[in-house]
Each structure stands twice: as structure tokens, then as C-alpha cells.
């Protein structure tokens, strides 16, 4: 049985609905646990939302290690996360009903030393955080030890695709209602999303399974909520195009085929892509940290050079997570940069339905879109063209 295979079954399956019954019945869940040789130090409960980390409880630890935190039970399975004198060690725990959480660690390590009991889905995590910490430890390896840097990203890229293969059999398709099956979509890998719903459609899939199940049980919650929108976002985005078809279904078109854009430049001015109106547009989607990328702009700058002053324009989009680079990147391009700090969750990436980047897209005087990259020919000549028509 094949992976699409797998996930397409797992659609169909509800397991956190004795989870979900579980919270209507009862109030409150349980955490506590010792942490020996920790005497004096502070024990800090944050939950894990959406939008970050806050944090809700603290104790001051006495001689025998032990505390204990209570908390209302969640509307869906949430996540927690205990932390000892915020010195970078943590341990997550997932609660999805009134279960009582036991832990059992060192203050010396923390993290690795951790024991837990009474919640399945808190060991799952921790399996899950260990197996993303020796990847990250695998891939500086390899970058470290090698100077060639194109064979060593090429390694880097197939053990990563491996790895969310063997995450995605282990730990999501088998049971995609579970709290771990949700944690497993938002692991990391150098402070970067490993799973790209967005522009990978086996990561779109795995987030469809997830956000089916959860939808299914617990439609109102908020993480149900937020997973099912990136779910829709990712299979939009993926969906294959051909050659003969825009970018976006004919009946979501209204006066013109052009969805607005406001983003800031490197100078914090917001800049509309409707306000250049009355030129010939290209709308590049991009990333300056592919490796590609420079190249490619090097060919651009000779095009914005050549039509410039006849009225063309390039509305070039970033995508890079490190702001900073962005900027240092884009400072000497001669053409409009902005950056969209949404990344891949971002609503454009949906709207225009960027399969993969670099994405570009021409658009004619009247801000109408004429073509999108994959129905170009040749460039110069489709730019030259849209310059002739008045």
C-alpha cells in the first residue's frame, strides 16, 4: 500500500472522539512530577498556542523535586510545556482530556532524562523530539564536514524528504485525530517548518489528513479551525496546473484577473501592486536564499534594464523567513522588493496558487494577468508585446 493510499484511508478516521467526549464530562487535567537535584530552582508551565508561547503557572521546587499543576481541560488537545529556570531545557505534553501527566526527571537533563506516564501522546512527542534533534544534529554534520556545498544540499534535501516519509507512516496517517499526528506537522529543522503544505504536495496531503480528522471531531476549536484553513490553502496551492490554464478558476474573476498586493519594502513602505497600473507588471514570487535565485536575477536586471524606461516593471515578492538577508539581498535590486512575513502560510501563495518558487506572472497595462510562467516562451518577446498594446 502506497502513501497516498495511506492517507487517503486516514480521512476517514475519528479517534479523538472518546478524547473529545472525555472533556465535555470533566474539568480539569493534571500535571505534576519530580525533578531531582533542583532544589531552589523555578519550574515554569507555559502553554503552546497558536500565536506562541505563554507562559500560565510557575513553583519554586523544594528538596524532594515535586510539583504539581492543574488546568482546565482544553476545548481540543493542547499542548504544554515544562521548563526549569527557563535554562533552554523543556519538555512538551500533550493534553487532550482529564488524564493526569506524571513526570519524572533530573534538574541536571532535564529534557533527556525525562520519564512520562499517564499520557501516550506525551511519549509519542518526546519520541518526536528527539528524532527532529538528531536530524538537525545529522544535517550540521554534513554541512560542516563538506565543501561542496550543491552535493551536500542535494544529500540534505533527500534525507529530509526521507524523514518526513518515515514521520509521516509512523506517526500521522496511522492515527491523524491524535494530538501527536498534529505536533508532528510543525516540527523544525533550523527554526524552519520541515512540512510545506504550501509548495510540497505530499506535506499538503499529510496536512489534509490531520485537519479531516480533527474537523470531523472538533470543527469549532480553534487549532481545528487554523489546521483545516492552511489544509485548504495547501491543496489549492498544489493542485497541478497545465499550460493551458491560469492561474485561478474563471468564476472567482470579476472585473480583472488581478488580486491586489500590499507589502513593505526594504524601507517599511507599503507598496500596492495595483498602483502600477498603466505598466507591464511581472510579479515574481521568490526566495533569495535559493541557491538559484541570484543567478536569475542577474538575467532579470539585463530584461528591467532593456524595458524600463518603455514602461516595465518588476513586483518581486520574498519569501525568505530571515528578514535581515531579505534585506541585504534586495538593496541593490533595481526593482521593486517587498517581503511577505506570512511565508508559506501566507493568503498570496494560496490566491495565486504558487506551486513552487520561483513563480512569476505578466501582467499587462490594465492590470489584468496575461500569462503565468509556465505558458512563456520566450520573455523578452511576451514583455515586448504586452509594451505594444495600449
Known amino acids: 500500500m502506497n502513501i497516498t493510499t495511506i492517507i ?57 523535586g515535586k510539583f504539581e499543576f492543574n488546568g482546565k481541560c482544553p ?21 487532550d482530556s482529564t488524564e493526569t501527566v506524571t513526570i519524572t526527571t533530573q534538574a ?22 528527539k528524532l527532529q534533534q538528531a536530524l538537525q544534529k545529522q544535517i550540521n554534520g554534513m554541512v560542516s564536514s563538506s565543501t561542496a556545498i550543491g552535493r551536500t544540499r542535494e544529500a540534505a534535501y533527500n534525507l529530509i524528504e526521507e524523514f518526513k516519509k518515515n514521520i509521516c507512516k509512523e506517526y500521522i496517517v496511522t492515527a491523524p485525530g ?52 492552511i489544509a485548504i490553502k495547501g491543496m489549492r496551492a498544489t493542485q497541478p496546473v497545465s499550460r493551458d490554464t491560469l492561474y485561478i478558476e474563471p468564476n472567482s474573476v470579476s472585473n480583472t484577473a488581478l488580486f491586489d498586493i500590499k507589502l513593505p519594502d526594504i524601507d517599511g513602505d507599503s507598496i500596492s501592486l495595483s498602483s502600477l497600473k498603466g505598466k507591464v507588471v511581472m510579479l515574481d514570487f521568490t526566495a533569495y536564499s535559493n541557491a538559484k535565485i541570484s543567478a536569475r536575477n542577474l538575467g532579470l536586471r539585463d530584461i528591467y534594464s532593456k524595458y524600463k524606461s518603455q514602461g516595465f516593471e518588476i513586483y518581486q515578492i520574498s519569501y525568505d523567513y530571515d528578514e535581515h538577508f531579505w534585506k541585504t539581498s534586495a538593496d541593490n535590486l533595481p526593482w521593486i522588493c517587498v517581503r511577505d512575513g506570512n511565508g508559506p502560510a501566507s493568503y498570496n501563495i494560496s490566491l495565486y ?38
Open 178 to 229: 491524535n494530538a501527536s499526528a498534529y505536533y508532528a506537522l510543525f516540527l523544525r529543522l533550523n527554526n524552519v517548518l520541515l512540512f510545506d503544505p504550501i509548495h510540497n504536495r505530499f506535506d499538503s496531503r499529510c496536512f489534509s489528513a490531520v485537519a479531516t480528522s480533527l474537523n470531523m471531531t472538533n470543527p469549532h476549536a480553534t487549532r481545528a479551525i487554523h489546521l483545516y484553513n
Open 353 to 390: 496558487r504558487i506551486e513552487s518558487i520561483p513563480t512569476f506572472f505578466l501582467i499587462n497595462r490594465d492590470n489584468e494577468i496575461v500569462l503565468r510562467d509556465i505558458q512563456v516562451e520566450n520573455l523578452e518577446s511576451s514583455i515586448e508585446k504586452l509594451l505594444k498594446e495600449k
Open 108 to 129: 541536571a537533563n532535564f529534557a533527556d532524562s525525562c520519564k512520562i506516564t499517564g499520557s501516550e501522546e506525551s511519549v509519542k512527542i518526546m519520541e518526536l523530539t
Open 75 to 95: 476545548e481540543c488537545y493542547d499542548f504544554y510545556r515544562l521548563q526549569l529556570n527557563n535554562n533552554g531545557g523543556e519538555i512538551t505534553i500533550a493534553i
Open 8 to 64: 487517503g484511508r486516514a480521512l476517514t478516521i475519528t479517534t479523538a472522539v472518546l478524547a473529545i467526549v472525555g472533556c465535555e464530562s470533566k474539568e480539569e487535567f493534571t500535571i505534576k512530577g519530580t525533578v531531582s537535584g533542583a532544589e531552589g530552582s523555578m519550574l515554569y508551565l507555559s502553554s503552546i498556542e497558536i500565536g506562541g508561547q505563554q507562559q500560565i503557572d510557575s513553583t519554586r521546587l523544594k528538596a524532594d
